[in-house]
């Protein structure tokens, strides 16, 4: 009251309700980001920065991953060829590269021997990531445009690509909220690019659907040549999933105790099932005849058969006449599709409840049933095809992670007398 104004919350939907009313409204927050706003206000390029022909500038921008700047040198140029994952930035003039103890000592000896200095510098936590704006702090927000969904939808893509395309081709046109869409130069779209890697520090997915959204409009459709943007992408990690063990898996589902929660997390399981196809099931794709399950439209549009479980089909019979679903096999209070996240948070809540310690998802279990699997000797090309698979290298990453198969290896210390 002793401000004499209304609060109300800072969202796109409360924001474009308050556009329909008041058509001029704009908005103004302390946390707008300026620079944002104004994308000719960029900061000094790191090349700009003018160098002694004796120095050596390594700017550190992610863990291990550096930024070379020097005047051209074909010894230098020779020895940053031999470092890991190196590549020469041809518009910025500069060699990236991976640079652990043995390239440093590499480096020290070279800039001895030719009287160099090396200037270290680390710039992963120099600025502070940006957020992505919000529409309400954006003037004029523009929305992607019709023609772009219409296109997604006559390819049929899946709604939620569509969502993320739509969303990240927003966030794109908005970095130029000055320029006209359809006139955004190539070069335009490399710096955008940077600016999501360097000042909103996005993961390397998030950039690769990014750039795929940004490609579909202008070559899907208006139709242009297809093009190759040289972009500086963060190294993929090869990280291995979470997987639980039997035992894990066991305690888990013990420890939930609604009988539509156990019902689909035992299928999940059993089935080896990603999130959205478990919440896409239907009644009919349930064969009790011939004891499978299809699974229909899955990831990249395929349908596949996979397991249904004996143990598991009087529990499923038990679930359908109490709970009576009209269309889908598990559907929400109200009907229709249960809710992706509601199932995420039960299963969540079944790990804590378990005293399981490791980050458990839906997906969690999809990884533990292939696992399982791999560990009882079943032939990897049959997983292949119970998960979805298009090429047998995905799945072998599950090679990788049987305990079985690590257990008839014995570590050379076992042969050491003490």
Same mark, same amino acid.
């Given at each position: ?38 994308? =000719? ?13 004796? %120095? ?5 921008? &992610? ?36 640079? =652990?103890?043995?390239?440093? $000592? ?143 898996? &066991? ?92 199932? $995420? ?33 079943? =032939? ?21 992670? %049987? ?11 076992? =042969?050491?007398?003490?």
């Amino acid at each position: 009251m002793s401000e004499k104004c209304w609060h109300i919350e800072a969202s796109r939907e409360v924001f474009e309700q308050l556009k329909e009313l008041f058509p001029t409204i704009t908005a103004h927050t302390e946390t707008a980001d300026k620079n944002y706003l104004n994308p =000719d206000a960029q900061k000094t390029n790191p090349k700009e920065e003018k160098l002694d022909k004796t %120095t050596i500038k390594l700017v550190q921008y &992610q863990n291990g991953r550096y930024r070379i700047l020097s005047w051209y040198n074909p010894l230098l140029t020779d020895l940053l060829k031999k470092f890991p994952q190196s590549k020469y930035d041809v518009s910025n003039k500069w060699w990236t590269c991976s640079i =652990d103890d043995k390239q440093k $000592q590499s480096l020290e000896a070279f800039a001895k021997i030719n009287g160099y200095k090396l200037l270290w510098v680390d710039e992963r936590k120099k600025h502070i990531l940006k957020p992505r704006p919000q529409l309400f702090e954006i003037e004029n927000y523009r929305h992607c445009p019709d023609k772009m969904i219409e296109k997604l939808k006559a390819v049929r893509y899946s709604e939620k690509t569509i969502e993320a395309y739509k969303g990240l081709f927003e966030e794109f046109i908005n970095f130029y909220n000055t320029r006209k869409v359809d006139e955004i130069t190539e070069a335009e779209i490399i710096a955008y690019m940077r600016y999501l890697v360097q000042e909103r520090g996005i993961s390397a997915s998030y950039q690769n659907q990014s750039i795929n959204a940004i490609k579909f409009y202008y070559e899907k459709v208006l139709g242009g040549s297809r093009k190759f943007y040289q972009l500086e992408r963060p190294q993929k990690e090869d990280k291995l999933p979470t997987v639980l063990s039997v035992e894990e898996v &066991q305690k888990l589902i013990a420890s939930i105790s609604n009988l539509k929660h156990k019902t689909m997390t035992m299928l999940c399981y059993s089935a080896g099932l990603r999130l959205s196809e478990i919440i896409n099931l239907k009644i009919k794709d349930i064969d009790s005849g011939r004891m499978q399950i299809a699974v229909r439209g899955g990831k990249g549009k395929k349908d596949r058969y996979t397991l249904l479980s004996e143990k598991l089909l009087p529990l499923l019979r038990k679930y359908f006449l109490e709970f009576k679903p009209a269309e889908y096999l598990f559907e929400g209070v109200n009907g229709g599709k249960y809710a992706e996240r509601s199932f $995420q948070n039960i299963v969540k809540e079944a790990a804590h409840k378990a005293n399981i310690k490791k980050n458990v998802t839906v997906h969690t279990l999809r990884h533990s049933f292939a696992t399982h699997l791999m560990e009882n000797g079943t =032939d990897l090309r049959y997983i292949q095809v119970l998960l979805g698979h298009s090429s047998s290298k995905t799945t072998e990453i599950y090679t990788h992670m %049987t305990s079985k198969a690590m257990s008839g290896i014995k570590s050379p210390l076992d =042969d050491l007398d003490f």
